[in-house]
């Protein structure tokens, strides 16, 4: 995200609190954060360093910051809660072309349950033909109103962060794609030195908004080892899957040479193992 503080507009306001604070000192970092960028509650908490959603709430008052605070001890980056609908959007831009391209658009879509008045949240988890495949995880999430009974035509959501892993349906968005978009998002990787081959996670408050390339805002940017997630869309199989990973990676080869014949650093061996 430091990267990209030449686009202020196109980036979720955040901050990052260094590790090891103590609780006190992490909620005096967060609230200070607010303060200074004027934010208020939501506010997303996550590891800076991490990877399918592990360690990342929605906390929605101090309560829950405490709470957090007591459990966090990595770096962590605090975050304004960006609502709208969300996407990640794959970028390439090989450095000899003068402009990038996207290669992958994702829709997320948060699933939601549908109250009857007669049976309890649980039942109706265990009862739905997709929610029963995460059962585990939202019976956790949802482990103190497992026996609520939701009114009949109420909904609910079971998801609120758009991770795969934590049971947000995965969409092809490649019908998204338009030139106005990749002119914006071209416009955001420039400014970044060195930025040629990653996924933007971002909100944007329609489809049609981010069609046109505006009225989105960047959450994450996530370099090599980031994927194209439409891959995850029920309408493709496993050999699609294959296919198509197959392809990113040959990119991602062919950027890295090209970076390296215009002098660009190259990791040693050793330089590699160890950051493994």
């Known amino acids: ?6 686009a202020p507009e196109r980036v979720a306001a955040h901050a990052l609190v260094p590790a090891g604070l103590k609780p006190d000192a ?23 360093v991490g990877q ?19 459990k966090s001890r990595p770096a962590t980056v605090a975050q304004a809660y960006v609502t709208g609908e969300e996407f990640g959007i794959f970028y390439a831009r090989h450095p000899d072309e003068p402009a990038g391209r996207i290669i992958s658009i994702t829709r997320k879509v948060f699933p939601e ?11 109706l988890i265990l009862a739905d033909r997709r929610a029963v495949c995460m059962a585990k995880v939202y019976l956790a999430r949802f482990r103190e109103r497992l026996s609520w009974v939701p009114a009949k035509g109420e909904r609910i959501s079971l998801v609120d962060i758009g991770n795969h892993c934590r049971g947000t349906i995965f969409l092809d968005g490649s019908d998204l794609r338009t030139p106005a978009l990749e002119a914006a998002l071209d416009r955001v990787a420039d400014g970044y030195p060195g930025f040629a081959f990653g996924r933007f996670d971002l909100r944007a408050e329609s489809m049609e ?6 009225g ?14 439409h891959i995850y869309d029920p309408r493709h199989n496993a050999v699609y899957g294959w296919r198509t990973l197959c392809a990113q990676w040959r990119l991602a080869f062919e950027i890295g040479a090209a970076q390296a014949k215009r002098g660009v650093r190259v ?3 050793r330089e590699f193992v160890q950051m493994l």
Do not use: C, W
Request: aromatic share 6%; no cysteine.
């Open 26 to 48: 992490f909620e005096a970092t967060v609230k200070s954060f607010m303060r200074a960028r004027q934010v208020d509650y939501p506010v997303v908490l996550k590891p800076d």
């Open 1 to 6: 995200l430091d990267g990209l503080r030449h």
């Open 267 to 269: 990791l040693t061996v």
């Open 52 to 70: 399918r959603g592990l360690g990342v709430a929605i906390v929605r008052d101090d309560a829950a910051l405490a709470r957090y605070a007591e």
């Open 209 to 214: 908004a981010l069609r046109a390339g505006h």
């Open 113 to 123: 349950l549908t109250g009857d008045g007669r049976h309890t949240l649980e039942r």
């Open 216 to 229: 989105f805002k960047i959450m994450e940017l996530n370099g090599v080892t980031s994927e194209t997630t």
